[in-house]
């Protein structure tokens, strides 16, 4: 079962008592040269993150345990891939691993490393359709196998009782066993996120369209005026 922080508000100690718990923070990336409205909205974001988290902790226990996608190790030289990964998770990280939480691996080397990849090999922008489709399914494999890797990890690293911390992009299509109680945070700062970048995308493409409306235009026979 997962809830969704801010539409429950008061989880109580004794509903969620024996159980184990995740609390997954949607991983978001401050572009490396973002425009200022988007800092700001990204900036409030893990502001509202580190309110939410620290709620949670005071009303069901302290996390022990953290996870973060990409870092296939653990301890200090995790903490210091995770500073240059992201700034913002690393100080949400920082405070809790002072307080004594523990920076687990999530990732097998091995495996992200094909992933990452097969992504970039789609991310060329393939021509033949056969190559493509060779590329696509070997991404498909590679995604499913690092899903399967991490999703075993957390199931055998997070013992009863425990709380953990997981902070990974959101569309993971990772499945949770059944028995960890998730709690999804999702402050008002992520739909701020979502809906900019729905906008920008829609003004890209009206630009776009009146780019190519120009194009025609511009290209267009003129007509015979004799």
């Not at 995770?82 to 100080?91: G, T």
């Not at 066993?177 to 700062?189: N, Q, R, S, T, V």
């Not at 809906?195 to 630009?207: D, I, L, M």
Request: glycine share 4%; aromatic share 8%.
């Amino acid at each position: 079962m997962s809830q969704e922080l801010g539409k429950i508000e008061k989880p109580t100690t004794e509903e969620f008592k024996s159980s184990r718990k995740l609390f997954y923070v949607p991983l978001i990336f401050s572009p490396r040269e973002p425009q200022v409205e988007l800092l700001d909205k990204v900036t409030r974001y893990w502001q509202q993150v580190e309110e939410h988290l620290a709620n949670l902790e005071a009303k069901l226990g302290n996390a022990r345990i953290i996870f973060h996608e990409l870092v296939p190790v653990g301890g200090e030289i995790a903490l210091k891939t995770i500073q240059e990964l992201s700034e913002d998770s690393f100080q949400i990280i920082k405070s809790r691993v002072d307080n004594g939480a523990k920076l687990e691996p999530l990732e097998d080397r091995e495996l992200l490393a094909e992933f990452m990849d097969w992504s970039r090999c789609l991310g060329l922008g393939l021509q033949s359709h056969k190559a493509f489709t060779v590329v696509y399914e070997a991404y498909t494999k590679a995604q499913e196998a690092r899903n399967e890797f991490i999703s075993k990890k957390i199931n055998e690293t997070i013992q009863k009782e425990d709380i953990a911390i997981l902070l990974m992009r959101e569309g993971h299509k990772i499945h949770f066993p059944e028995d960890i109680e998730l709690f999804y945070i999702a402050p008002p700062g992520l739909d701020e996120i979502k809906r900019w970048v729905r906008e920008q995308e829609a003004e890209f493409e009206k630009q776009m369209a009146e780019a190519a409306k120009n194009t025609e235009a511009d290209t267009a026979e003129p007509e015979d005026g004799n």
